[in-house]
C-alpha cells in the first residue's frame, strides 16, 4: 500500500488528501480566497470595486467560521447550554464580527485580524499539503511559512491591539456620520467574548499592558493632575466592564 502510494504522482497524492478530510480543504480553500481577497483590497494592483472586495473577504471570513463551528459542534442544539457553549468558540466571535462589519460603511482596518487569522491558519494547512507532495518540494515556500512561524506569537498579540483599537475608531466613525449608534455596542459585546476568550489570551494580556502604561505614565510627576483623574477614572469605569474571562 505504501509503494503505490508513493508511486502516485504529486498532484494525485494532494487530490487524495484533500478528498480525505474536505472540511479541512474546504477551511483552506476559504482562507486562501481571504487572504488573497485581503490583498487585492489593500494594494489594488488589479483593480476591482472596493466595496465588493471588501465584502468578500468578510463573507470567506463567515464562511470559514461557520465551517470551523461545524467541525467544533456538529450538532446543534436549539437549548441555553448549546448558545453559552458556541459563544465560547473564537470561530463564534468572528462570526460575529462579520455580521457587525458586513453591512456597514468599510471600514479597512476591521479586515487586518481577518486577514491574519487567515493567513495563519492557511499556511498550517499549506505545509501538510507540501509534505504530502514531497519532503523537499517547494523549499522557498517552506522557508516563508517557517518564517511566519517564527512570528506567530507577535501576530497574534498585533491582531489582539487591532480588536482593541477597533473601538474607539467605531466611536469616530459615528461622529463623522459612517457608523450607526447599535454598532460600538455590538463591537463592545464582541471585544468582551475576545476578552474572555479561552484559547486566545492575547485580548486580555493586551488590556492589562496598555492599563499598566497608562498608569506608569500618569504617575510620573510631570503628568498633569486633570489628565491623571481622567485616566484613572477611564481605566476604573473600562475595569468594571471586564468580564469574568473563562477557565
Known amino acids: 500500500m505504501a509503494e503505490s502510494t508513493n508511486m502516485q504522482s504529486p498532484m494525485s497524492r494532494l487530490v487524495n488528501f484533500m478528498t480525505g478530510n474536505k472540511i479541512q480543504a474546504a477551511l483552506w480553500l476559504t482562507r486562501v480566497f481571504t487572504v488573497v481577497s485581503s490583498f487585492i483590497f ?40 448549546f448558545f453559552a457553549q458556541l459563544f465560547l468558540e473564537d470561530s463564534a466571535h468572528y462570526l460575529f464580527f462579520t455580521l457587525i462589519f458586513v453591512m456597514s460603511y468599510p471600514v479597512s482596518m476591521a479586515l487586518i485580524p481577518v486577514f491574519l487569522f487567515a493567513l495563519m491558519h492557511a499556511t498550517t494547512y499549506t505545509k501538510s499539503l507540501l509534505n504530502v507532495m514531497g519532503p523537499e518540494s517547494c523549499q522557498l515556500v517552506r522557508n516563508l511559512i517557517a518564517k511566519l512561524d517564527n512570528q506567530q506569537r507577535n501576530i497574534l498579540r498585533f491582531i489582539a491591539c487591532t480588536e482593541i483599537f477597533l ?78 474571562a473563562s477557565a
Open 167 to 244: 473601538m474607539p475608531m467605531i466611536i469616530y466613525l459615528i461622529f463623522v456620520g459612517r457608523a450607526s449608534l447599535l454598532q460600538p455596542f455590538l463591537y463592545f459585546r464582541f471585544l468582551s467574548l475576545r476578552y474572555a476568550s479561552r484559547r486566545n489570551p492575547y485580548c486580555r494580556q493586551l488590556f492589562y499592558e496598555l492599563k499598566s502604561t497608562v498608569i506608569h505614565h500618569t504617575n510620573s510627576p510631570k503628568c498633569p493632575q486633570v489628565l491623571r483623574n481622567v485616566c484613572s477614572r477611564l481605566i476604573s469605569f473600562i475595569s468594571n466592564l471586564a468580564p469574568v
Open 42 to 81: 489593500f494594494i489594488p494592483i488589479i483593480g476591482g470595486d472596493q466595496m465588493t472586495l471588501y465584502n468578500r473577504v468578510l463573507l470567506a471570513n463567515a464562511a470559514t467560521s461557520a465551517l470551523r463551528l461545524h467541525q467544533r459542534l456538529p450538532n446543534f442544539q436549539f437549548s441555553r447550554e
